[in-house]
């Protein structure tokens, strides 16, 4: 049925191939991250189902035209597509109408998934009377945003400033303040993520001269996030391994906008620097120095939660003067790691 004219789209093209230099015809399965995406401007509505690719066999060339997950008049925007090659590991990307009229999947990195936001606009019918009357103070007009009476809920009262974080807490019967919230998403139940494998690449580690976060050649970070609030206690377990001696390993705690550390396990005091040698236990230089590992705990900071609610902590390594092919982390291509995030909850009272 194709698109409506003035739908933003984007042909996404691919190469598939084998190491020795044949196509490859192994199918993928592209799915919206969202079940439904409409546009009551175009009169158009998609279904998030899965989209299935066959590459060509001699080629393995394949294209597919696909709605932007930013398409103008559509609802929700900012969704992401779900790419899955043949039974490999899933991962997300975002498809904006920038990208132009083409563009290729082996330019496109690897994103969180997202479900995207609605903009809502009410109609004229559901604001009933309100939808004609004067912005005023007085009664029989409509409240400006700072107008006193948004003070009262009903019959309650509602005091103090709202912000970032905080809740509105009923002190009474007819009494509520905006008041910073005791308890954080653990609390009673134990919180994890659903999987703590990590099936992506042997990663080779090359030249870095600052702490840097250990990525897949797609660009895919290794390390986990899990559901969290400031003040939660998150139980970090790893289980991986690694070879070479010319780089310092340490676990990184990601910052809200999901690119920078926040602080590193090493970090002395919950300090942005690592130690000089990195997080103890990973230490290289194994024979000479043999160690012992167990779970390490953090308690999330603020800024340390993404807009998705997730705490993040990943692998980073330090190595200016790295050489060889040696230094390298098994974080799949049949070595899997594990790496399990665990929330207990705010400490008790």
Do not use: C
């Amino acid at each position: 049925m194709g698109f409506p004219d003035s739908a933003n789209t984007t042909v996404l093209t691919m190469t598939l191939g084998l190491v020795d230099g044949t196509g490859d015809r192994e199918t993928v399965t592209i799915t919206p991250s969202v079940s439904q995406i409409v546009s009551t401007t175009l009169n158009d509505i998609r279904e998030g189902t899965a989209i299935q690719v066959v590459p060509d066999r001699a080629t393995g060339k394949a294209s597919v035209k696909l709605l932007n997950t930013d398409a103008g008049g559509y609802n929700p925007t900012g969704w992401t597509y779900t790419i899955q090659r043949g039974t490999g590991t899933p991962y997300s990307i975002s498809l904006p109408k920038s990208l132009g009229a083409t563009a290729d999947l082996a330019d496109l990195t690897a994103v969180s998934e997202s479900p995207g936001a609605y903009d809502v606009l009410l109609p004229e019918s559901e604001l009933g009377a309100a939808a004609f009357l004067d912005v005023g103070t007085t009664t029989g007009t409509v409240a400006a945003g700072d107008d006193s009476r948004f003070g009262n809920v009903g019959a309650v009262t509602v005091s103090g400033t709202a912000a970032s974080g905080k809740v509105l807490t009923a002190t009474s019967a007819s009494a509520a303040t905006w008041q910073t919230p005791t308890g954080g998403v653990g609390g009673a139940s134990i919180v994890s993520q659903g999987d703590d494998r990590i099936d992506l690449e042997i990663v080779v580690l090359t030249n870095a001269q600052a702490w840097t976060v250990v990525r897949t050649s797609g660009g895919v970070a290794v390390g986990k996030s899990v559901k969290a609030a400031a003040g939660d206690r998150i139980l970090v377990s790893t289980s991986f391994m690694y070879t070479g001696t010319q780089y310092e390993l340490d676990l990184a705690v990601m910052a809200s906008d999901g690119t920078s550390v926040s602080r590193y396990a090493s970090s002395a005091g919950n300090g942005t620097t690592p130690g000089p040698e990195g997080y103890a236990p990973f230490y290289t230089q194994a024979t000479s120095f043999p160690h012992a590992s167990g779970p390490i705990m953090f308690t999330v900071g603020a800024g340390e939660v993404d807009t998705n609610g997730m705490f993040t902590v990943n692998l980073a390594y330090y190595g200016p003067s790295l050489s060889g092919t040696d230094q390298k982390i098994y974080a799949g291509g049949g070595y899997i790691a594990r790496w399990t995030l665990l929330n207990i909850g705010p400490e008790p009272a």
